[in-house]
C-alpha cells in the first residue's frame, strides 16, 4: 500500500522547510540518519524520487511540490489537535486561536491580550498575525477561530462584529517642512514622495482612491506591504506616507512625526468567525477585552499626540 503515515508527512514537510536532511534532523529532534532511513523507506514505498541534490543541497521534486501543500495543512491540522490536548492536560480551559493583520497587532491586539490572559490564566492563545487574503481561509478552514481585520467587505459565510471606526493618518519625517503642522491635507502631501502600504492592498488602495478622488498626482517611491515597514522608511527619510493610525498608537520610531489629515478617510476594525459555529465563550470574551481596549484608547483623553 502506498499511503503515508503522520510520521513520513511530517518527515517530508521538515525537509522541504530546512532544505537539507541534517535540517530536518534539528527540526524533528532525531538523528540525520534516522531522517535518511525514512525518505529512503518512503520513496521506494510510493516508487518516486521525492528530492534531488543541486549543487549539494536537496530540492524537491515535481511530486513533493504538489503534496507540500497538503503536507502541509495536516501539520497545521496536528498542530490544533495538539494544542488542544495540551491544554485541556496542562491548563484545563481550552485553546483560543487568532489571527489578525499586522497594524493591529502593534498596539492594540497585545493590550488586549495582556487584559484577557490576567482573567483567563489558564487559556493557551495561539496568536497570528497575516495578511487578509491569508486570513479569510485560516478562519473559513478553522485555523482559526477568530480574525481581526480593517476594511473587511462583508462575506457570505463569515460573521462580522464591528469594533471601532479609525482613521488614516500621515507618517512625515521629524525634519520635514509639514511635520511641525497639526493637520496636513492631501493637497500639502501630494508633491512629495510618497510611501504607499500596499497598491493592492486595503491601505494603500484608499489612500490612492483619496488622492485620485481630490484630482492629485501622486508621486509614489515605494510600495510596501506592512503600515510598520512604511514607518521604518519614513524614520531613515526615505518619503511620507499615508497609514493607519492603529499601528502608530505608540510611536516607536524617533524620527517620525504622526500629523493628522485634514481629510477624513475611516478604517472600521472587525472580528470575524464563521457564521456555521457559533464564537466559543472565550472568544466572546477575548472581543470584549478588545473593545475594553479600544473605548479607553480612543477617549477624547486618551487619544495620543504625537
Known sequence: ????????????????TAGSISGAARLLGISQPAVSRMLAHTEKQLGLELFERVRGRLQPTRQVHSLFEEIDRAQRMMQRVNDLAEA???????VLRLTSIPSLTQYLVPR??????????????????????????DVLHGEAELGLVVMQADHPFLTNIPLHTGRMVAAIPRGHPLAGRASVSLADLSPHP?????TRMPYGMLALNAFEQAGLPVKMCADVPWSHLACALVNAGAGIAVIDE????????PE????????????HISAIHTSNRPLSRIAGEFVEELQAVLRETFSPKSRVNT
Open 1 to 16: 500500500m502506498n499511503k503515508l503515515n503522520y510520521r513520513q508527512t511530517e518527515m517530508l514537510w521538515a525537509i522541504v
Open 88 to 94: 485541556l492536560s496542562s491548563h484545563g480551559s481550552g
Open 112 to 137: 488586549a491580550v495582556a487584559r484577557f490572559q490576567q482573567r483567563h490564566p489558564d487559556v493557551l492563545l495561539r496568536l497570528n498575525a497575516t495578511a487578509l487574503t491569508q486570513m479569510l481561509p
Open 194 to 198: 510618497l510611501i504607499v502600504v500596499g
Open 246 to 253: 492603529f499601528t502608530v498608537m505608540h510611536n516607536i520610531w
Open 256 to 267: 517620525v512625526a504622526i500629523v493628522p489629515l485634514a481629510e477624513n478617510i475611516p478604517l
